[in-house]
């Protein structure tokens, strides 16, 4: 468990463990039923800077997916209550990054057939800048100069309840994009994805995110 074994007050003896849910360790003492707040003054102090606003005071966490990228690396997340969500990214169990994403808009292809053009098809799944929200976004994932490139592929499993448990899959269709603010010498970002639950659920989500350290946390 490593530095986890003196936050949380050293190595219980194998037989006084109890059976966990989860193959891996959380990180940062993030769980299902806890609960995070953000520091948002950044926003606050600059709203016309941003697209995105963080969801104020301490939030909930009904939801928790798991993303196994290979390798030792995995993507965290931690859904909120007021759409958002909190992704903290790992390699070997070692926090590699935090990010936020705040759903911004959600779209229901009317079928399997228009889910998939819309893979294959949309250029928010690959062009190499796209319009949205009123600004332009430049192409995280992928080629640098390709004027389209495929969209990642990645499948999600999500645990709820209490204790929790295993209660749904999806597949992924991602693309990340990314704008400069210059005023504050940070960056924004723009997450589509095209979520598969099969055979006949299909959604496609627009997630504006910001990087995070922790100290804009405070986990409860």
Not at 41 to 53: D, I, M, S, V
Not at 140 to 166: K, S, T
């Amino acid at each position: 468990m490593g530095w986890l074994d003196g936050l949380f007050g050293g190595k219980k003896r194998e037989a006084d463990k109890p059976a966990a849910p989860f193959a891996h360790e959380l990180p940062l003492g993030l769980r299902i039923n806890g609960r995070v707040a953000f520091d948002t003054l950044t926003f606050r102090a600059n709203p016309q800077a941003w697209t995105l606003r963080l969801p104020e005071g301490h939030q909930g966490i009904p939801c928790y997916g798991h993303i196994d990228l290979k390798g030792g690396h995995a993507l965290h997340r931690f859904y909120l209550d007021e759409d958002a969500y909190l992704q903290v990214s790992t390699a070997n169990g070692q926090v590699e990054g935090i990010k936020a994403f705040v759903f911004h808009d959600t779209v229901n292809p009317a079928n399997q057939a228009a889910f998939k053009r819309f893979i294959h098809d949309s250029p928010h799944l690959g062009a190499a800048s796209i319009e949205y929200a009123g600004r332009t976004w430049h192409r995280e994932f992928g080629d640098d100069v390709a004027e389209r490139v495929p969209p990642v592929v990645y499948d999600e499993v999500l645990y709820r309840h209490d204790p929790p448990r295993r209660d749904d899959d999806l597949t992924h269709y991602a693309m990340l994009y990314r704008r400069e603010i210059p005023e504050l010498e940070r960056d924004e970002f723009l997450l589509v994805t095209a979520e598969d639950y099969g055979p006949s659920e299909f959604v496609v989500t627009y997630a504006l995110g910001i990087d995070l350290n922790t100290a804009d946390l405070d986990i409860t």
